[in-house]
């Protein structure tokens, strides 16, 4: 089916997700979080307890996912056929998932499709989450609190749900897409920290004027959602982005050259990361005879510009983990790319070509080499996510680590 290739990158592909919904009003959105999960490469099955289908017709989820929808458990024993064969190729997601679904499954009781589908799901070894749906004070409740902890502690990953109008709103798709992905591929990051350094980074000359270029912050934005994805534990963005910053990640703003210096070299004069992801696009240069008022805009002035130190370089002072390091530039050979950054020693180099597609910044796709010191991988045209979620797959077969 048709995806945006901007916002979804087949991370799903060869997996079936096992929707269960529950009796909620946000029951309107699931057909919609069907079409998604499955342009992010998904198979989709659905079942529904007979409330939920009393408030929804099945026949628009078997639109929406081009299979049949399961109300009531028969003589296939869907609770159980559903999710034989590889066990980790199929998740359980209920969604929305209740209040009185919440404490059912917690405790037990299997007297629907959703529960049964719990039931043997979790116990099969089927990675399973849900998204809660309830007024905030039946959220608060002691026992539904007890509840979800004990199903935290089955191993059961609880999708944080939006608190607004006194009410637990389940999460938008995206959210609940990448807790999805995370359950199938959360193990290659797991329990990494990862500070991912992106946006433009603008030079002053005077107080109100800059030089600066046209980087968005695209891939920076998709390099937290795919380490989020391969099962990063801390996820910091330094930086600027027109794009989405998601809600799991701890953001640090910077756009002055002199904030992303102290910005960085602050974090990591503190905290310690595995992985530090430097995409920014960052001036090479100082102006030497910056201006402290605005200069008048009715005569001629010269700007000079001296080389700068590299931030890579103030990084790799500070950090011992693993690096990655982004290079611009007409086309190089490999050995050349690293001999630009070598001063750093970064582990891995993601060149791509200005003559290559449309542009560097922005939605689009381009060329991109893996350079290491002693040899590099040719990654063909892909977009930003497709390349962020391939680079960071990497990283622990390149440091030798098993992930």
């Not at 391969?230 to 701890?250: D, Q």
């Not at 010269?302 to 890579?312: D, N, Q």
């Not at 080499?369 to 002693?374: A, D, K």
Request: with cysteine.
């Amino acid at each position: 089916m048709d995806a945006d290739e901007n916002r979804f990158e087949g991370m799903l592909t060869g997996k079936t997700v096992v929707l269960a919904v529950t009796a909620s009003i946000s029951l309107y959105r699931m057909p919609d979080l069907v079409r998604d999960l499955r342009r992010e490469g998904a198979r989709v099955m659905v079942g529904m307890s007979r409330e939920a289908a009393s408030m929804i017709s099945p026949t628009i989820f078997q639109w929406a996912s081009e299979n049949s929808v399961v109300t009531a458990v028969g003589g296939e024993i869907e609770h159980i056929s559903l999710f034989l064969g590889h066990a980790r190729d199929t998740a359980l997601l209920i969604c929305p998932a209740s209040h009185n679904t919440v404490g059912k499954i917690a405790n037990g009781i299997s007297d629907d499709v959703p529960s049964l589908f719990f039931s043997f799901a979790v116990g099969n070894g089927n990675p399973v989450c849900i998204c809660p749906a309830m007024h905030e004070g039946m959220m608060l409740n002691p026992i539904n609190r007890r509840n979800l902890k004990s199903l935290e502690d089955a191993g059961v990953r609880i999708i944080p749900p939006r608190i607004s109008e006194e009410k637990a709103k389940i999460s938008e798709n995206d959210l609940i897409m990448d807790h999805v992905c995370r359950l199938f591929g959360g193990n290659i990051l797991h329990g990494k920290s990862v500070l991912i350094i992106g946006g433009r980074g603008e030079e002053m000359i005077d107080p109100v004027r800059a030089i600066s270029n046209l980087g968005s912050g695209f891939t920076m934005s998709w390099f937290a959602v795919n380490a989020f994805r391969l099962g990063a534990s801390s996820i910091v963005m330094i930086g600027n982005t027109e794009f989405r910053i998601p809600e799991y990640a701890e953001y640090i703003h910077a756009l002055k050259m002199e904030e992303f210096e102290a910005e960085v070299e602050g974090i990591l004069s503190k905290r310690k990361f595995d992985v530090v992801i430097n995409c920014a696009s960052l001036s090479d240069f100082s102006v030497k005879n910056r201006s402290g008022s605005k200069m008048p805009g009715n005569t001629g002035t010269t700007v000079t510009l001296i080389p700068r130190e590299k931030l890579l370089d103030r990084i790799r002072r500070k950090h011992s983990g693993i690096l990655v390091a982004f290079k611009l530039d007409h086309e190089l050979p490999p050995d050349q790319v690293y001999a630009k950054v070598s001063s750093s020693s970064p582990d891995l180099v993601v060149f791509n070509s200005i003559s290559h597609g449309s542009g560097p910044f922005g939605k689009v796709s381009n060329h991109y080499t893996v350079v290491r010191p002693h040899d590099h991988e040719d990654l063909g045209v892909l977009t930003k996510a497709q390349m962020t979620l391939k680079v960071l797959s990497m990283l622990y077969r390149e440091s030798g680590e098993v992930s």
